[in-house]
T-cell receptor
Framework: DVKVTQSSRYLVKRTGEKVFLECVQD?????MFWYRQDPGLGLRLIYF???????EKGDIPEGYSVSREKKERFSLILESASTNQTSMYLC?????????????FGSGTRLTVV | DQQVKQNSPSLSVQEGRISILNCDYT??????FLWYKKYPAEGPTFLIS?????DKNEDGRFTVFLNKSAKHLSLHIVPSQPGDSAVYFC?????????????FGTGTRLTVIP
C-alpha cells in the first residue's frame, strides 16, 4: 500500500511564525501535492511538484512556498503564518503517467494559527 | 472556474435507504472519474472510480453511474449505513493537463441517520 505520511496531525502556531509542514511518500511517486481543505470550499490546490526541485503554483499559492529536495519528500512552508491560514492541510502523491489511479492522500495536518 | 461541481453541500438519509450523491462537470476531455470519502481529521480515501468508456461501475454497496452526454455522474450507496457518514468528493481526470490532472468538486457531506 502506498503511504503518504504527514509529520504532524495537529499544530498550533502563533501569527508571524514560520511553519513547516512535512510530507513523505514511500512509493516512488513522481508527483506530490499540497491542498488545504476548508468547509464549503472543498480541496484547494496550493502547490504541486512533478519532479525533484520542480514546483508549480496551484490555485492559492499566496503566503506559501514549497521545497522538494528529494523525490519522497515535499514540504510546505508558511513564511509568516496568519490566522486565515488556519485550515486542514492535505498532502497527496500520484504516479505519472497513470492518472487512472488517482491521488493518495496523507492523514492531514490540522493547523491552527493564533 | 470550477470544472467539477457538487451542488449539494449536504445530504441526510435514513439508515438502510439509498444515498445518491451527484456531480456535474464541464470539461469534455475528462476521461476518468473518482469518488473519495473523507472522515473528519483524516485524509480523503479512494472509494470507487469509473472510466469514461463505461456507464456504470459497482463495488459492493457502492455504484457509480456516468452519463457523458449530460456530463453528470452519481454515486449510489445502498443500503446506507451510519459509518458512511462523511464528506464525499467527486474528482475528474484530464490526461492532457500533465501532472496536475485531477480536479475536485467541493464535496457533499452525507449524514446517515440511525
Amino acid at each position: 500500500d502506498v503511504k503518504v505520511t504527514q509529520s504532524s496531525r495537529y499544530l498550533v502556531k502563533r501569527t508571524g511564525e514560520k511553519v513547516f509542514l512535512e510530507c513523505v511518500q514511500d512509493m516512488d511517486h513522481e508527483n506530490m501535492f499540497w491542498y488545504r481543505q476548508d468547509p464549503g470550499l472543498g480541496l484547494r490546490l496550493i502547490y504541486f511538484s512533478y519532479d525533484v526541485k520542480m514546483k508549480e503554483k496551484g490555485d492559492i499559492p499566496e503566503g506559501y512556498s514549497v521545497s522538494r529536495e528529494k523525490k519522497e519528500r515535499f514540504s510546505l512552508i508558511l513564511e509568516s503564518a496568519s490566522t486565515n491560514q488556519t485550515s486542514m492541510y492535505l498532502c497527496a502523491s500520484s504516479l505519472y503517467p497513470g492518472h487512472d489511479y488517482g491521488y493518495t492522500f496523507g492523514s492531514g495536518t490540522r493547523l491552527t494559527v493564533v | 472556474d470550477q470544472q467539477v461541481k457538487q451542488n449539494s453541500p449536504s445530504l441526510s438519509v435514513q439508515e438502510g435507504r439509498i444515498s445518491i450523491l451527484n456531480c456535474d462537470y464541464t470539461n469534455s476531455m475528462f476521461d476518468y472519474f473518482l469518488w473519495y470519502k473523507k472522515y473528519p481529521a483524516e485524509g480523503p480515501t479512494f472509494l470507487i472510480s469509473i472510466s469514461s468508456i463505461k456507464d456504470k461501475n459497482e463495488d459492493g454497496r457502492f455504484t457509480v453511474f456516468l452519463n457523458k452526454s449530460a456530463k453528470h455522474l452519481s454515486l449510489h450507496i445502498v443500503p446506507s449505513q451510519p459509518g458512511d457518514s462523511a464528506v464525499y468528493f467527486c474528482a475528474a481526470s484530464d490526461p492532457q493537463t500533465g501532472a496536475n490532472n485531477l480536479f475536485f468538486g467541493t464535496g457533499t457531506r452525507l449524514t446517515v441517520i440511525p
